[in-house]
């Protein structure tokens, strides 16, 4: 079964969340702390401090999107 993920990465150098949604986690997590991600390289190192799964990508992107906004990001906070 395949699963899709939403996430969330913690700078550890600051102050600075990202969340992002990915089929591979451990891969898409790797590929992030070894500087291949423009968004996230000038912010290394990232700690994992959130994910999600979900059966459809369609959902897994919808949350992500959810995440992004104003509400979802209190709702983060709530983590």
Do not use: C
């Not at 070894?34 to 968004?39: A, F, I, K, V």
């Not at 992500?64 to 709702?75: D, M, N, Q, R, S």
């Amino acid at each position: 079964m395949k699963f899709y993920y939403v996430y969330v990465l913690q700078s550890l150098s600051r102050d600075w969340i990202y969340v992002g949604s990915t089929g591979d986690l451990r891969k898409r997590f790797k590929s992030h702390n070894n500087g291949e991600n423009l968004s996230t390289k000038g912010y290394m190192p990232l700690k994992l401090i959130f994910y999600e799964a979900y059966l459809s990508k369609k959902d897994a992107i919808r949350r992500e999107e959810y995440f992004k906004t104003t509400k979802g990001k209190t709702t983060l906070v709530l983590y």
